[in-house]
């Protein structure tokens, strides 16, 4: 398996690259943020891990058609063709249509409400996907009659005067406390969140059920483990990092 940067081929293949260059060039930044904002980097590094994930998807094909055929095969990805793949919604629309993407802040360009709206205290993300999501929403916020109305009955009318209904919906969430819209919406079944900082997410329930903290053994230190369960058990890290010099001996043959 091969990982690069910008591909195996091409006038790039040889320059290096780290992740927020690669969100850079292949677009993502473009379409992250709001609109008047600079283009936006992800908070994450996506492009390292995803690059990686792509590597093992990769070579357990690679090791399956071996186990059909008797043949291996060379794998290859770039964390530029990751980057890629992240957009390739906004890369397929601008093929069809010409049209290059804007950016949305929290929003989504194909679906509304798809988004963070602020309360009178704590933002809260909204995510109503559909008609039947929009209709309930809508009555939750007092106006059962945006359902019906012709600008914003169905998903197209909504996304095409976005700009009018996003901010009737804004007025709305201020009225009230985080709390309380939380418990309202997802009372009706409407999809939502809070936008947690780290704190708020290391000490949810949600996150001590899954388990997904791990103590690494002789040294104390609590860190993320694998997102993966196998028979509803999570690996479990054997060791630490190697402290420096730690293996010298295996490696070099010397201390």
């Excluded at 195996?8 to 969100?23: A, S, V």
């Excluded at 601008?94 to 798809?114: C, D, S």
């Excluded at 709305?172 to 809070?194: I, K, M, Q």
Aim: a positive charge; hydrophobic letters at 40%; glycine letters at 10%.
């Amino acid at each position: 398996c091969s990982v690069w940067a910008f591909g195996y081929q091409g006038p790039m293949r040889l320059k290096p690259g780290f992740d927020p260059l690669l969100q850079a060039y292949g677009g993502m930044m473009s379409v992250t943020g709001r609109p008047e904002d600079p283009p936006t980097f992800c908070g994450a590094s996506i492009n390292d891990k995803a690059t990686g994930m792509f590597c093992v998807i990769g070579a357990l094909a690679a090791l399956r058609r071996r186990d059909r055929t008797g043949k291996g095969c060379i794998v290859d990805t770039s964390l530029f063709e990751t980057a890629v793949h992240w957009v390739e919604g906004q890369v397929n629309n601008h093929l069809a249509t010409g049209e290059v993407p804007k950016r949305h802040g929290t929003g989504g360009a194909v679906i509304v409400p798809y988004q963070v709206f602020e309360t009178a205290d704590r933002p809260l993300c909204l995510a109503a996907g559909n008609d039947r999501l929009w209709a309930r929403c809508a009555k939750v916020l007092g106006h059962p009659e945006w359902a019906e109305d012709p600008r914003f009955a169905k998903g197209a009318q909504r996304v095409r005067n976005k700009a009018e209904l996003i901010p009737m919906i804004a007025a709305v969430l201020r009225g009230n406390t985080r709390a309380h819209w939380l418990a309202a919406l997802e009372a009706a079944g409407v999809p939502c969140s809070p936008v947690n900082d780290i704190g708020e997410l290391a000490a949810t329930e949600q996150f001590a059920a899954v388990d997904i903290v791990q103590t690494l053994p002789g040294s104390g230190v609590r860190v993320v483990g694998l997102p993966i369960s196998f028979d509803r058990r999570r690996p479990k890290s054997r060791r630490p990092a190697p402290r420096l010099g730690e293996h010298n001996k295996e490696v070099l043959g010397r201390e």
